[in-house]
């Protein structure tokens, strides 16, 4: 059986981890605004499925979309690239 990937990735970082098996990630992208042609930052929380929750605050993680797990739950954590110690 073979696995698919052909949800979306982002790259984010852990804002809250206190649920069991979940974390919330931020997901930060500049826009720019259709008037004033200036770049604005603009952000997004995910809920984001962690198995036996190994990321921590302010870690710099990767995600992938999958089948909704819950009502708010569409994301795993795929890889965490930068931990929050090593900063």
Do not use: W
């Amino acid at each position: 059986m073979e696995t698919t990937t052909t949800g979306k990735t982002f790259e984010g970082t852990v804002v809250k981890a206190a649920m069991k098996d979940t974390c919330t990630v931020s997901i930060e992208r500049f826009e720019k605004h259709p008037k004033y042609q200036k770049f604005i930052k603009k952000s997004k929380k995910f809920l984001v499925h962690d198995a036996g929750n190994t990321a921590k605050v302010g870690d710099k993680v990767s995600i992938r979309e999958i089948r909704p797990m819950s009502k708010r739950k569409h994301f795993t954590l795929a890889s965490i690239l930068v931990s929050a110690k090593a900063e």
